[in-house]
């Protein structure tokens, strides 16, 4: 008898397949003599569409919202309806024992594989593996440590609220705003109230009135001093500013005051995804998707670090005895920064990192005790693996110790202050930064009564300055702090409100659209509101501890649903597609929008009943631009296809050693050219898409 073990992803099952000794490789599963391996290509199965459920609904009608299933139900996704079918051919097989459920181990990866099984009406036993590191050692460790499924009930209740919750507020909300409205308008439980942050910041910024404000610094000796009036550096009277400043011309100032402080820093936690995604964005200017993405391949792919998709910050007990290993799979990369530990036998000198308590699902991202090869890394992979490390090094060195030095001088009846540092022990800050501040022996010798002529005053005039908008970095502190999605969801949650036009990114902030700003005053306040997205995140997580009723959750949510869409079908504001042109279309009359499509911009129908599109601009190509490195337009001339830069006006042509191309050799090359999107995703977000699409 055999073990069917359901992966999420086909990489992920090939390297199951491996470690568990399955080499008979068929197209959608890989068996050997005890397992047999498949997997899924994200989600196969997803809730039922409103028109699955009643053909009225295909329709948008405001007469027909909210819609509400008495008992929402599934299907089957019909892009991956094959992967499925093959899977519930294998769980008929006589020779199959029981399921080994094999996906992400997370709130998303069970929920991927209990609808599946839900689909198949399987009945036979099903066990969970849970790990959080992809490597050999893990995997073997993982099939002998199974646990029983039952164990992740929670979770997958959560994972169903989630995912109903979404449904149920996200398809009605954004219906009731289309048709309201006539443009497609997306709204969401989690998107809304990143979007209302966003629109928050941009107010604060427009409203702002700068102010003009002055400042005086001087040399005194080495110091560097600045006139301060009760921790106030700023003077806001350019008179006073004057004044103050012909008082200090010339003067010798006396130190009145020092105060040295003894201070320790210690050891920075290992990463959670959602500060690796913030410093990524801070360092190297990587959106959170793509930190995701790139952390993704080297859990899966090079199998050196932990499960990614983590949001604590701590390590087991039962870890200890790991860190060793992992130092030694480091030491030849790393072999500067981790000699000076390796004597210590993995020893961890910041305790405070092992807690029990206060790791859930996962543990922080850390190494793999696997061996890396840097030179199989890409550049982006690298950046991020070098940042995990490091930071795990860290664990390992002293707390980091200083002295900070404060002082005060009075000069012509004005108080000038100064503030410096001594490193005394550099601890970690010698493996997350190679250059250690050197000790300033000058301010050491610093003493009350010592007097410095006052050399260099300068007064400067500044203005006051608006608050940035929000980086990447940014508004994941701020998604964080509310509780606004998981670690796992929030860049996808960026993304969607990227990809729905009401917010763009520019020079690495995050601007809101026109288009974002009328949505968020259509909007239900509470909809906007984080603190009330923040208590139905609690609610989740409290039923996947166990600690939640699933049934009351989801009869808040579909009370809210009913108020929510009976609010805005009640609502008397005024919308204005912001893309709207003076050209008209020639089916219907109704005024053209102009959108960017995935190949270029286009022009759309306002009318939503009518589907009328022009292409305005040239279909984009994957060929780059050999000097500026954009995608470059590809045109059909008189000689055939030929590729041109919209920026750069380069020309090149398809094939230099053809003249002519005949129309099979056209269709071929565009196809090369032009990008091929795979997408298994699920319907309701496909709906929310298409609609946008029809702009």
């Known amino acids: 008898m055999k073990s069917l073990v359901l992966a999420e992803k086909p990489s ?21 003599p005890r397992y047999i391996v498949t997997w899924a290509l994200g989600h196969l199965i997803e809730l039922k569409m409103p028109e699955d459920y009643h053909p009225k609904y295909k329709e948008w009608r405001m007469e027909d919202l909210p819609i509400l299933p008495d008992k929402m139900e599934i299907k089957t996704i019909r892009q991956t309806y094959p992967q499925y079918k093959a899977i519930e051919q294998l769980g008929k097989r006589s020779d199959i024992k029981d399921c080994i459920i ?38 073997k460790d993982g099939f002998k440590q199974l646990k029983p499924a039952k164990q992740y009930d929670n979770l997958y209740h959560s994972a169903v609220c989630r995912s109903e919750a979404d449904w149920l507020i996200g398809l009605n909300v954004s219906r009731a705003l289309t048709v309201k409205y006539n443009d497609p308008l997306s709204a969401g439980r989690v998107q809304t109230p990143t979007l209302a942050m966003v629109l928050e910041r941009e107010r604060e910024i427009q409203s702002f009135v700068p102010k003009k404000y002055w400042t005086i610094e001087a040399l005194a000796g080495k110091l560097e001093v600045s006139y301060d009036q009760h921790g106030e550096k700023r003077i806001f009277d350019e008179q006073k500013a004057n004044a103050i400043h012909a008082a200090l ?14 201070k320790q820093e210690q050891q920075p936690l290992p990463y959670d995804l959602t500060e690796l995604q ?62 000076p530990v390796l004597s210590r036998k993995g020893k961890i000198l910041a305790k405070r990192v ?16 696997e061996r890396p090869a840097l030179s199989d890394l890409s550049a982006d992979e690298r950046k991020i693996y070098d940042l995990i490390v490091k930071r795990f090094l860290a664990l390992f060195y002293l707390v980091y110790e200083y002295e900070t030095v404060q002082f005060k001088l009075q000069a012509g009846g004005k108080t000038m202050t100064g503030r410096t540092m001594a490193v005394k022990n550099a601890g970690f800050t010698a493996v997350l930064h190679h250059e250690q501040e050197r000790e300033n022996t000058t301010l050491l010798s610093i003493k009350e009564g010592k007097k410095f002529k006052l050399e260099q005053i300068r007064l400067s005039q500044h203005l006051t300055e608006a608050p940035k908008r929000y980086s990447e970095a940014d508004i994941l502190s701020r998604m964080e702090k509310y509780g606004l999605g998981t670690p796992a969801t929030r860049a996808d949650i960026i993304e969607r409100l990227v990809s729905s036009e009401t917010i763009s990114r520019e020079s690495g902030r995050l601007v809101p659209t026109p288009k974002g700003k009328q949505l968020i005053d259509l909007v239900n306040d509470e909809l906007k509101s984080p603190e009330l997205t923040a208590k139905w995140e609690e609610q989740l997580e409290a039923i996947a501890r166990g600690k939640g009723n699933p049934k009351q959750f989801l009869e808040t949510i579909r009370r809210e649903t009913v108020r929510l869409v009976r609010e805005i079908r009640t609502s008397d504001k005024k919308y204005r597609a912001h893309n709207l042109t003076g050209t008209k279309c020639p089916e219907c009359g109704s005024l053209m929008k102009e959108v960017n499509g995935k190949d270029g911009k286009k022009l ?56 002519t191309l005949s129309k099979h050799e056209e269709k071929k090359l565009l196809q090369k050219y032009t990008k091929k999107e795979e997408s298994f995703g699920n319907s309701l977000a496909d709906a929310l898409k298409a609609a946008l699409e029809k702009e």
């Open 604 to 659: 759309v129908c306002s009318n939503r009943e009518c589907r009328f599109t022009k292409r305005k601009s040239p279909k984009l190509s994957n060929r780059r631009c050999p000097t500026c490195h954009k995608k470059m337009e590809i045109h059909h001339g008189k000689s055939g296809v030929y590729f041109q830069c919209r920026h750069c006006n380069i020309v090149q042509k398809a094939d230099e050693k053809k003249k």
């Open 354 to 369: 092992i807690n029990d308590a206060k790791v859930t699902d996962h543990h922080a991202i850390i190494p793999t005790d």
């Open 102 to 139: 094999a996906t992400d181990a997370g709130r998303e990866g069970e929920l991927v594989a209990r609808w599946i099984l839900e689909k198949m009406r399987w009945k036979k036993p099903v066990k969970r593996l849970w790990i959080s590191s992809q490597t050999d050692k893990a995997i």
């Open 12 to 32: 992920v099952g090939r390297e199951l397949a491996r470690v568990l000794g399955c080499t008979e490789n068929k197209k959608r599963y890989i068996e050997g």
């Open 249 to 262: 011309s010339g003067q010798t100032a006396v130190v009145t005051e020092v105060i040295r402080k003894q």
């Open 278 to 339: 913030r410093d990524a964005n801070h360092r190297f200017g990587f959106t959170a998707k793509k930190t995701l993405n790139v952390l993704q391949n080297l859990y899966e792919q090079h199998k050196l670090v932990t499960y990614p998709r983590t949001d604590s910050k701590y390590l087991t007990k039962d870890m200890e005895n790991t860190m060793y290993d992992r130092l030694l799979a480091v030491k030849d990369a790393y072999k500067e920064e981790v000699q």
